[in-house]
């Protein structure tokens, strides 16, 4: 009984899964939000069974989605689907949420690469190079309009903000490649989250923001990556340069946000007013100071336990 109850809420996962797939290819708009739920029956399946019941659930979703949606109905289950598995089995561990967005962020990031890879190689679908041709096409346009209102003067400016913008692109596409896997994790478990607790699923709650505390090793890879740029000098465009820059982005970003988590948990021993933490936030990604000002506190947290010397004070 207990099998044939597995095999019921299999094929009904399994059939949640078919309609995500079809309502995300061929519904316009309301399918691209619906993409984000694929996630959810490998998410429920794999919080309740063993490693041998989950590959077997992984292969009979890989035949269905094929048969759904062709090779882009497999894409976004492999992609999503990845995902659910890992954040499943890590919910089955009762592992913290932190774990479970690094893990599951891991796992989209890896899957967009390969994705981006096959296309590119198989499909000549090639997502960076549509966007600089788009960005290409879209200032030979300009030009055109600024030769008819007589702004000749401004032509070559504008072919300099367009090469800039088109190198500026191929460089930080894994910078932005990471964040949109952290948000895309951070939106899998908003929605999916609530649907497993009301399955009896036990999912660990979020920490409080103010207590965060990232590894103290990011200071020390910050600051490699920062010396390699200083001493090397690496040319823009070279492979060296390119690592270097999205490394530095992704720390300099991690730090900003230990140093956020540092300014509110002194903001609560000292109980000011909500709001003004919200407006640091604000403020820190609109002006540059205060954005220098936040990895300042988020370097003296992490390398000087300044927040252990809080504690003690108080």
Do not use: C
């Amino acid at each position: 009984m207990k099998n044939v109850h597995k095999l019921t809420e299999g094929a009904i996962l399994l059939a949640t899964m078919a309609a995500l797939i079809l309502i995300s290819i061929y519904v316009p708009l309301v399918g691209g939000i619906i993409t984000i739920a694929i996630p959810l029956p490998f998410i429920l399946f794999s919080a309740k069974n063993n490693v041998k019941m989950i590959t077997a659930f992984v292969v009979a979703a890989i035949f269905i989605s094929f048969l759904t949606g062709s090779l882009r109905g497999l894409a976004l289950m492999l992609i999503h689907g990845s995902a659910g598995v890992v954040i499943g089995y890590l919910l089955q561990k009762n592992k913290s949420r932190n774990v479970i967005l690094m893990a599951s962020t891991l796992t989209l990031a890896i899957g967009m690469v390969i994705f981006y890879s096959v296309s590119a190689a198989f499909f000549q679908l090639d997502i960076l190079h549509e966007l600089k041709t788009a960005i290409t096409e879209s200032v030979k346009q300009s030009e055109v309009i600024l030769k008819a209102q007589g702004q000749e003067d401004q032509i070559e400016k504008l072919q300099e903000q367009g090469t800039l913008m088109v190198k500026q692109i191929t460089t930080i596409a894994p910078t932005a490649l990471i964040f949109a896997a952290v948000a895309a994790s951070f939106v899998i478990q908003w929605i999916s989250f609530p649907v497993v607790k009301r399955f009896g699923i036990k999912v660990q709650p979020w920490g409080s923001f103010r207590n965060l505390s990232l590894p103290k090793s990011l200071l020390w890879y910050y600051l490699i990556a920062l010396g390699a740029m200083l001493v090397f000098h690496p040319h823009e465009g070279t492979y060296v340069y390119s690592v270097l820059i999205n490394a530095r982005a992704v720390l300099e970003t991690l730090i900003i946000v230990q140093g956020l988590a540092f300014l509110f948990y002194i903001f609560h021993q000292r109980s000011v007013a909500k709001g003004l933490g919200v407006l640091v936030v604000i403020l820190t990604f609109m002006i540059p100071i205060v954005r220098y000002i936040i990895m300042i506190l988020g370097i003296t947290d992490l390398g000087f336990d300044f927040r252990k010397k809080f504690e003690k004070k108080e």
